[in-house]
């Protein structure tokens, strides 16, 4: 897979209306991104890259906890256990984000929709728990 064929297969998902792709972008260092609703915000954004030996996405889930970290933590843990093409991940500045990869050479259509689902479902699982557990008010002053 090129970097060409996945931004044509993105053009596609976002022709096609019944397909929940509302948007795509293309960085200049190379990631193509593509946006899909949500019902639990308003859409994800997964970035693909195209390497020389895998296909690399990511999509931005939180900001770190601002409270019970240990439990945010824990959480992800528990869901990184149920998913078997993405994974939840601290990135360099500290936030939450959604990962994977997989060989190119299983690159295709059906592959990267497969990845959107999950992504999808994933980020569907668990935002709201996360943010309710890591972002919660104290009772006190408010």
Excluded at 28 to 36: K, N, T
Excluded at 39 to 65: H, I, K, Q
Excluded at 102 to 123: H, M, Q, R, W
Aim: proline share 4%; net charge negative.
């Amino acid at each position: 897979m090129t970097l060409a064929e996945l931004t044509e297969i993105a053009q596609r998902w976002l022709a096609d209306p019944e397909s929940g792709v509302v948007g795509i972008d293309i960085s200049r260092s190379g990631w193509v991104g593509v946006r899909f609703a949500q019902t639990v915000r308003d859409f994800t954004t997964v970035w693909f890259a195209v390497g020389e030996l895998t296909v690399a996405y990511e999509a931005y889930l939180s900001p770190p906890p601002r409270v019970n970290g240990e439990r945010v933590y824990e959480l992800c843990l528990k869901r990184n256990a149920s998913f078997w093409l993405a994974h939840i991940a601290i990135d360099r500045h500290g936030d939450l984000v959604v990962r994977g990869q997989f060989p190119i050479a299983d690159a295709d259509e059906d592959k990267l929709d497969d990845v959107l689902g999950v992504v999808y479902e994933l980020v569907e699982l668990t935002f709201r728990p996360l943010i309710r557990i890591g972002f919660e008010r104290s009772s006190e002053g408010t």
